[in-house]
Nanobody, 121 residues
């Protein structure tokens, strides 16, 4: 599976950005796509994930501000980020993998290139 991410950039606090990620290749091998992020000096963390059935999961830090969605016809996932804060500054990575509903566990297997989001005044 190949992933190509778009979006990112510079925005002032309170602003919005939208990231998108298009998947191609062996789509049958995945049932979920998501976004991780890594801020300078911090570990990579899960931001949001969405299954092929439309179920979503978010990090507590972004709930109510970020929305993940997908267009199955285009094999594309979107991350709408509103009310951005300086602490949202990070490199955001699109990913794809398998979501195990029984254990509520997401295992990403494929990664796209990172895209930098900078939130600053």
């Amino acid at each position: 599976v190949q992933l190509q991410a778009f979006g990112g950039g510079f925005v002032q606090p309170g602003g919005s950005l939208r990231l998108s990620c298009a998947a191609s290749g062996s789509i049958y091998s995945i049932n979920a796509m998501g976004w991780y992020r890594q801020a300078p000096g911090k570990q990579r963390e899960l931001v949001a994930v969405i299954t092929s059935g439309g179920s979503t999961n978010y990090a507590d830090s972004v709930k109510g501000r970020f929305t993940i969605s997908r267009d199955n016809a285009k094999n594309t996932v979107y991350l709408q980020m509103n009310s951005l804060k300086p602490e949202d500054t990070a490199v955001y990575y699109c990913n794809a993998g398998w979501y195990y509903s029984g254990s509520d566990y997401y295992a990403p297997s494929y990664w796209g290139q990172g895209t930098l989001v900078t939130v600053s005044s």
